[in-house]
T-cell receptor, first 110, second 113 residues
Framework: SQQGEEDPQALSIQEGENATMNCSYK?????LQWYRQNSGRGLVHLIL?????REKHSGRLRVTLDTSKKSSSLLITASRAADTASYFC??????????FGQGTELSVKP | ETGVTQTPRHLVMGMTNKKSLKCEQH?????MYWYKQSAKKPLELMFV???????ENNSVPSRFSPECPNSSHLFLHLHTLQPEDSALYLC????????????FGQGTRLTVV
């Protein structure tokens, strides 16, 4: 069953703007991860946030987690054209199964 | 370069063919995975191997047959596929099964004609 659902499905912004993507999930989790995928390529891990954490930063990335609402958000600040990609959240509910959402397609226009 | 290599990158096969996808990881990880990514659908977990033992078969049709001869190599044997099996097949590895991040290969783009 699908666990994570991203919102919006597509996002188009200008370079320099911030991009915010949201993820909702259904069951209890150990951690939530965000991945990036360039067109037709493999996924690259961006950041992991554990269920007992509320916020995490990595460079221009900021992730929040609200376990009471079963939701997470990924903020990319000062976006660049090179940030154009699909972004996926993935939840780890235990047992080594990472369940992915459908992703948000981000387009950053120069 | 993620340390996970998949071959071939592209594959076109007929419905009566038999082919195999290969995945190799150079990270010393203990768990390996096969995912299927179809257009407009979330990544679907197909198989999970931990220390060369299959621990998850996510209701995958028997025309897909995985093999894990050692902790560094994972294969997906394909036979009598259907056109709807056309997709990007992604291999991933992680340190352990109940884990942190997954490292993905670049995928094999499979087209069934």
């Amino acid at each position: 069953s699908q666990q994570g659902e991203e919102d919006p499905q597509a996002l188009s912004i200008q370079e320099g703007e911030n991009a915010t993507m949201n993820c909702s999930y259904k069951t209890s989790i150990n951690n939530l991860q965000w991945y990036r995928q360039n067109s037709g390529r493999g996924l690259v891990h961006l950041i992991l946030i554990r269920s007992n954490e509320r916020e995490k930063h990595s460079g221009r990335l900021r992730v929040t987690l609200d376990t009471s609402k079963k939701s997470s958000s990924l903020l990319i600040t000062a976006s660049r054209a090179a940030d154009t990609a699909s972004y996926f959240c993935a939840t780890d509910a235990g047992g080594g199964k990472l369940i992915f959402g459908q992703g948000t397609e981000l387009s950053v226009k120069p | 370069e993620t340390g996970v290599t998949q071959t071939p990158r592209h594959l076109v096969m007929g419905m009566t063919n038999k082919k195999s996808l290969k995945c190799e990881q150079h990270l010393g990880h203990n768990a390996m995975y096969w995912y299927k990514q179809s257009a407009k659908k979330p990544l679907e977990l197909m198989f999970v191997y931990s220390l060369e033992e299959r621990v998850e078969n996510n209701s995958v049709p028997s025309r897909f047959s995985p093999e894990c001869p050692n902790s560094s190599h994972l294969f997906l044997h394909l036979h009598t596929l259907q056109p709807e099996d056309s997709a990007l097949y992604l291999c991933a590895s992680s340190q352990d099964r109940g884990f942190a991040e997954a490292f993905f290969g670049q995928g094999t783009r499979l087209t069934v004609v």
